[in-house]
């Protein structure tokens, strides 16, 4: 089907930046919507930004002037990059795709395993 790895996650301090990719790969026909989900410890997964495959974006007022979610369609790979980082910013960030994959016209949701994102001192 399809699988999606993300990595760049790691250990920042508050005011910082990570930049997180997520490579798709597998049995893709298309690519519809990218986006990025996190979750933080005792909370629900939530919506950080999401990018339609013409481009346009769209980001949780939270992350809003910080944040900036950018994809690649030739690598059908999606970057998170995130800049002054907060501690309320640490969380499992997740990838998610909406694709079809080679003799199935129905757009299924893919999630990748999730990387982690601490900030702190």
């Known amino acids: 089907q399809v699988q999606l790895v993300e990595s760049g996650g790691g250990l920042v301090p508050p005011g910082g930046s990570l930049r997180l990719s997520c490579a798709a790969s597998?049995?893709?026909?298309?690519?519809?919507?990218m986006s990025w989900y996190r979750q933080a410890p005792g909370k629900q997964r939530e919506l950080v930004a999401a990018i339609a495959s013409g481009g346009r974006s769209n980001y949780a007022d939270s992350v809003k002037g910080r944040f900036t979610i950018s994809r690649d369609n030739a690598k059908n790979t999606v970057y998170l990059q995130m800049n002054s980082l907060k501690p309320e910013d640490t969380a499992v960030y997740y990838c998610?795709?909406?694709?079809?994959?080679?003799?199935?016209?129905?757009?299924?949701?893919?999630w990748g395993q999730g990387t982690q994102v601490t900030v702190s001192s």
């Open positions: 597998g049995s893709i026909f298309s690519i519809y919507a």
């Open positions: 998610n795709a909406d694709a079809t994959v080679v003799g199935n016209s129905k757009i299924l949701g893919y």
